[in-house]
């Protein structure tokens, strides 16, 4: 008897499972289809900038794609030389500087290569700190407002950006594919290891020229940062201005199953909370996503990542404590840490870079990549009050 209800008690489930699946009817999506490619740039962090032109105004802008970003954005400075009348509202944004109310422009349009993306609010904040440290006026920032419509694909291999439409994607095998909590900002779960093992929500931010962030609150509640550990003052940058932090390294930080060791890490100090701590702990940024090629799925609430062929690049571990901006065309020193291997060299503030280690471009991108190299000592020519002067610069290692 035993041996029969057991039978029985199997058999029903089963036939249970049959008859929902004849019950089922799916309709499939309609395949995502290809709308365009076009290029983009690559600055320092991995931060991409792509072109694109506003309404019926011929000028060609310079626009960050940002998934950093709730919206889409213009330029101040910008909307005043092209003269685009926009309207006042009383929403405001908050940057690393601070809380400001925005203006608007609403129903606007996108062109892109390939592409028109209609009906589209772009609000107004000042991007000049942006353009500085990238040496190209960055008109705008483009983030969900026209993420959220399409498929987008970026291949940091050939530096291409795919947009697809709304629909069915089969993504490249050998890759990995995230779930994001997704409003307006990604939103992912991380473990990573310093001191102890930790697990935490990120924000997944391309528009951070940067690999990994911590607010400061949570990594002092959490006790993240091994005491042992040494913490360097720098510079950094981001919408409303600038601000200093901390800057070390964690032992391993993991993205779904990929794993990477000794990661450079930024402590914050988030005055105006941006890292919505303690519900985050902070952001993941692009100089760790440009090591995949990713797709940005946000209609399924998807991101996919495929290693590509700066997986294994090296992290950049130098410290300088040298804070170059570009004005007007030239590389302009504005920040010189206390104690820090710039100080030592004898950098000012004011000083002009004319060359780096034999490099006269006058290009910050890559007087920025020299600046890289750890250990090993550079000449500068600086122009300090009309006067050239040769200084000799040997970066620290964070590690």
Same mark, same amino acid.
């Given at each position: 008897? !035993?041996?029969?209800?057991?039978?029985?008690?199997?058999?029903?489930?089963?036939?249970?499972?049959?008859?929902?699946l004849?019950?089922?009817?799916?309709?499939?999506?309609?395949?995502?289809?290809?709308?365009?490619?076009?290029?983009?740039?690559?600055?320092?962090?991995?931060?991409?900038?792509?072109?694109?032109?506003?309404?019926?105004?011929?000028?060609?802008?310079?626009?960050?794609l940002?998934?950093g970003?709730?919206?889409?954005?213009?330029?101040?400075?910008?909307?005043?030389?092209?003269?685009?009348?926009?309207?006042?509202s009383?929403?405001t944004?908050?940057?690393?500087?601070?809380?400001?109310?925005?203006?608007f422009?609403?129903?606007?349009?996108?062109?892109?290569?390939?592409?028109?993306?209609?009906?589209?609010?772009?609000?107004?904040n000042?991007?000049?700190?942006?353009?500085?440290?990238?040496?190209?006026?960055i008109?705008?920032?483009?983030g969900f407002?026209?993420?959220?419509?399409?498929?987008?694909?970026?291949?940091?291999?050939s530096?291409?950006v795919?947009v697809?439409?709304?629909?069915?994607?089969?993504?490249?095998k050998?890759?990995?594919?995230?779930?994001?909590?997704?409003?307006?900002?990604?939103i992912?779960?991380?473990?990573?290891?310093?001191?102890?093992?930790?697990?935490?929500r990120?924000?997944?931010?391309?528009?951070?020229?940067?690999c990994?962030?911590?607010?400061?609150?949570?990594?002092?509640?959490?006790?993240?940062?091994?005491?042992?550990?040494?913490?360097y003052?720098?510079?950094?940058?981001g919408l409303?201005?600038?601000?200093?932090?901390?800057?070390?390294?964690?032992?391993?930080v993991?993205?779904?199953?990929?794993?990477f060791?000794?990661?450079?890490?930024?402590?914050f100090?988030?005055?105006?909370?941006?890292?919505?701590?303690?519900?985050?702990?902070?952001?993941?940024?692009?100089?760790?996503?440009?090591?995949?090629n990713?797709?940005?799925?946000y209609? !399924?609430?998807?991101?996919?990542l495929?290693?590509?062929s700066?997986?294994?690049?090296?992290?950049?571990?130098?410290?300088?404590?040298?804070?170059?901006?570009?004005?007007?065309?030239?590389?302009?020193?504005?920040?010189?840490?206390?104690?820090?291997?710039?100080?030592k060299?004898?950098? !000012?503030?004011?000083?002009?870079?004319v060359?780096?280690?034999?490099?006269?471009?006058?290009?910050?991108?890559?007087?920025?990549?020299?600046?890289?190299?750890?250990?090993r000592?550079m000449?500068?020519?600086v122009?300090?009050?009309?006067?050239?002067i040769?200084?000799?610069?040997?970066?620290?290692?964070?590690?």
């Amino acid at each position: 008897m !035993k041996k029969k209800s057991t039978s029985v008690l199997f058999i029903i489930p089963l036939l249970l499972s049959v008859l929902a699946l004849a019950g089922q009817e799916m309709f499939s999506a309609e395949p995502a289809r290809l709308i365009t490619t076009f290029r983009f740039q690559q600055f320092s962090g991995g931060v991409m900038v792509l072109k694109a032109r506003v309404n019926e105004y011929k000028d060609t802008l310079n626009f960050i794609l940002d998934t950093g970003s709730g919206g889409i954005s213009l330029d101040s400075t910008t909307v005043v030389e092209l003269n685009i009348p926009t309207e006042p509202s009383t929403r405001t944004i908050r940057g690393i500087a601070g809380v400001r109310q925005v203006n608007f422009l609403y129903n606007a349009t996108l062109r892109l290569p390939g592409l028109t993306v209609d009906s589209l609010n772009f609000h107004v904040n000042d991007y000049e700190i942006l353009s500085s440290v990238y040496g190209v006026k960055i008109d705008g920032i483009i983030g969900f407002s026209f993420l959220s419509r399409y498929i987008v694909h970026l291949d940091y291999d050939s530096l291409v950006v795919s947009v697809y439409s709304k629909g069915d994607f089969k993504y490249k095998k050998g890759g990995y594919t995230l779930k994001p909590l997704l409003t307006s900002i990604p939103i992912i779960s991380s473990n990573f290891r310093d001191d102890d093992r930790f697990s935490a929500r990120f924000y997944f931010d391309s528009g951070a020229g940067l690999c990994f962030l911590l607010s400061e609150d949570y990594a002092s509640d959490s006790m993240v940062i091994s005491p042992k550990k040494k913490l360097y003052l720098t510079q950094a940058e981001g919408l409303g201005g600038k601000t200093q932090m901390q800057l070390t390294t964690v032992k391993e930080v993991r993205i779904g199953p990929y794993r990477f060791r000794k990661v450079p890490t930024y402590i914050f100090d988030d005055t105006y909370n941006i890292t919505a701590y303690p519900y985050l702990a902070g952001l993941i940024g692009n100089d760790l996503l440009r090591r995949f090629n990713v797709t940005f799925n946000y209609p !399924k609430k998807e991101i996919h990542l495929i290693p590509n062929s700066h997986y294994y690049s090296p992290f950049d571990y130098a410290y300088t404590g040298l804070g170059i901006y570009d004005t007007n065309g030239k590389v302009i020193v504005e920040d010189v840490i206390k104690d820090s291997p710039a100080e030592k060299a004898g950098f !000012k503030t004011g000083d002009i870079l004319v060359g780096v280690d034999n490099n006269f471009s006058g290009n910050i991108q890559a007087y920025k990549n020299i600046l890289q190299s750890t250990n090993r000592k550079m000449k500068v020519i600086v122009n300090r009050d009309n006067t050239l002067i040769m200084l000799t610069l040997k970066p620290a290692s964070i590690l």
